[in-house]
């Protein structure tokens, strides 16, 4: 069985400072690796995903995550957060072919 | 383009009763899977239809049910309401064919309260 540990529930970052929100995953087979961002009062959003190849991806929004294998971490990092970043940020772990699953999510205050 | 839209997004209902709700895929998107996001936690699959079947579910009792249409639109219907079914409900749309891709476009929830 796959999932997925978000290690922080909230994360308070000063505007312009960088962040870096923590993920862990377990999993017997391979996966697809996501990160979702979910605005006050909407419907989830695709921030990133790592299918396969370059261990480094980018995002929208100025956002990136690094996959490593060894550590089964997926940490999410931005250099520069601005109060726009404030959101619900949710992890994400698939088995190919097979239902996603989410992990409980890391709220990101960005303080002025 | 137009998006996921889900309906309503708002509701109140007591223990016992039955809701519907309803979602409309993105354009293109024939696949359609529902979550449910209890207060603090992350969404949890309830189910996925394409081509009007159900391909693949969650650890949700028999309670939960849903439809697809030909027109790619869902409905998810709860009988029997409990308390804990009090949540936001998520409809999430993807091209995949039916596979789980993990590229999901979702609406913006409805939001049930059981009272």
């Known amino acids: 069985a796959q999932s997925v540990t978000q290690l922080d529930s909230q994360v308070p970052v000063f505007e312009e400072a960088p962040v ?3 993920c862990n995953y377990s999993s017997s ?3 697809y690796l996501f990160w979702y961002v979910q605005y006050p009062n909407q419907g989830l959003q695709l921030l990133l995903k790592y299918l396969s190849g370059s261990t480094l991806v980018k995002g ?3 956002f990136e995550a690094e996959f490593n294998k060894s550590q089964t971490s997926f940490h999410l990092r931005k250099p520069s957060v601005h109060i726009s970043d404030t959101a619900e940020y ?8 097979d239902k996603i699953i989410f992990g409980k999510g890391t709220r990101l205050h960005i303080l002025p | 383009e137009t998006g996921v839209t889900q309906s309503p ?7 016992g009763q039955q809701v519907t709700l309803r ?5 293109g998107h024939n696949t359609v899977s529902w979550y449910q996001q209890a207060l603090g936690q992350g ?3 309830i189910f996925q239809y394409y081509r009007e079947e159900e391909n693949g579910r969650g650890n949700f009792p028999p309670r939960f049910s849903g439809l697809q ?3 790619y639109s869902s409905e998810l219907n709860v009988n029997a309401l409990e308390l804990d079914d009090s949540a936001l409900y998520l409809c999430a749309s993807e091209p995949g064919q039916g596979h789980h891709t993990g590229e999901l476009f979702f609406g913006e929830g409805s939001r049930l309260t059981v009272l």
């Not at chain 1, 949710?90 to 072919?97: G, H, L, N």
């Not at chain 2, 979602?23 to 354009?27: A, D, E, K, L, V």
């Open chain 1, 60 to 62: 929208i929004n100025g």
């Open chain 2, 23 to 27: 979602c409309s895929s993105q354009s």
């Open chain 2, 69 to 71: 249409f030909p027109n």
């Open chain 1, 20 to 22: 870096e929100l923590r």
């Open chain 1, 90 to 97: 949710f992890c994400a772990v698939s088995p190919r072919d």
């Open chain 1, 29 to 31: 087979v391979s996966v």
């Open chain 2, 9 to 15: 997004t708002h509701l109140i209902k007591t223990r």
């Open chain 2, 43 to 45: 969404p949890q699959f």
